[in-house]
């Protein structure tokens, strides 16, 4: 092993001050901080730590590659996915071979349906690895409600929205508190399941959780079919106990 | 309403360095900083912010009351539990009433699965209210492992080991991901659900995941039955992807 280092370092979910001190201090020691975005798009992550910076240190941007017009089953799709994290774990690879230490910023907790995961299992089995959890972007979204989660021995579970209508009803009828991600283009699919599983009137609606303009309203009231992709849905599970 | 302010400040899984800085914020900018114990222990949130809590704050120490001898499921296990809620909600609410800001540290995420719901449902209706999300229990064991737990499309739940063994060992296969809680006594039947679901080989298991003596092993090379109450199961759904 050489004595490079890789740290993912979770940045929480948007707030700057949502950012621990143990990722201040990787930020400060890396010799290089790398950071995804969207093709282009600015980084998000890089945006939340961008007050925190140390003047003149080395960056490393990772850019999605355009895949727009490719179906997300197709193989194209995943091979040119496939071969941006081979590159961008090369790129990575070879700062670290140099003995540096890199800091993959990532939004939310690295290793909770993180990107950064897919450099890890690429680059963990050849180099030092350290991991700095972060505050999940469910997690802001329900502090930003004020919204208790969870409780006692509820079951909680995280569903995509991607999921058939009735597999979605079947499994938050099953559980006691969800979290649904991914809501975009599917919004209208899963009202229909929420009112299969009898959850409409309790399920909230945020989009941007934490940030300044964040949009938090009873799902039942919400009137149209829009939201981004990155909106989530909280079925809170808990009722005032003893 | 009162221009009192309550905050239920997140502190993080028990590592001081994982603790954010608009914790920092709240602990350096309330008048009174209030704490949960069991009975005859230190603080857990304390011991976590004491190396950053300002010289001559008040502090508001909450210990619940001993209940070792009452069954869980007891009418008068919930009283007394009740009591002890109303208690400390009424201790707090006249630091409230005072227009004192009250700062709730909690160990873990205020709103997922701990006590502070307990003072917020009592205390939100009259009062402000703040919420610092806080690094989960489970995040900082995942971290701490090294373990990419859940991505993409990932069905990701959290059981507590309380659960009969059958409807453990269907929620578990079920479940793309999984962590489970409160392990305690009840790991020989959690093994049993493990083994029934397929999952036995690929479960990891935590103890004080986030402390320095940390310890981690694949649930299947354990030995012995012996586990704490607060030991977690991570069950990792992701497997290497494009």
Redesign the interface.
């Known amino acids: 092993m050489s004595t490079g280092r890789l740290i993912g370092v979770?940045v929480?979910?948007g707030?700057?001050?949502?950012?621990?001190?143990?990722a201040?201090?990787a930020l400060n020691e890396a010799d290089v901080i790398a950071h995804f975005a969207k093709a282009g798009r600015q980084s998000q992550s890089r945006t939340i730590v961008a007050p925190h910076l140390r003047a003149g240190v080395t960056e490393l941007p990772l850019q999605f590659p355009v895949t727009t017009e490719l179906p997300k089953c197709s193989n194209d799709y995943?091979?040119a996915?496939?071969d941006f994290?081979d590159g961008a774990a090369a790129a990575i690879a070879a700062h670290l071979s140099a003995e540096r230490a890199v800091a993959v910023i990532c939004e939310g907790?690295?290793?909770?349906?993180?990107s950064y995961?897919?450099l890890?299992?690429r680059l963990?089995p050849r180099f030092a690895?350290?991991?700095?959890?972060?505050?999940?972007g469910m997690?802001?979204c329900?502090?930003?409600a004020?919204?208790?989660?969870?409780?006692?021995?509820?079951?909680?579970?995280?569903?995509?929205a991607?999921?058939p209508e009735g597999e979605l009803a079947r499994?938050l009828a099953?559980?006691d508190a969800a979290v649904v991600m991914?809501i975009g283009r599917h919004l209208p699919k899963l009202r229909r399941a929420l009112a299969r599983s009898g959850q409409l009137d309790r399920a909230i609606y945020v989009e941007r959780g934490?940030m300044t303009d964040a949009k938090m309203i009873p799902l039942a009231t919400k009137r149209d079919d829009d939201a981004p992709y990155f909106a989530v849905v909280l079925v809170p599970g808990?009722e005032?106990?003893?």
Chains 1, 2 share one sequence.
């Open positions: 979770g929480g979910p707030d700057p001050e949502l950012i621990t001190l143990k201040m201090r995943r091979a996915i496939r994290y907790d690295p290793l909770f349906y993180g995961m897919h890890h299992a963990a690895t350290e991991i700095v959890a972060g505050i999940t997690s802001g329900w502090s930003a004020g919204m208790p989660i969870a409780q006692g021995d509820d079951v909680f579970t995280v569903l995509p991607t999921l499994r099953d559980a991914k934490t808990w005032q106990r003893p």
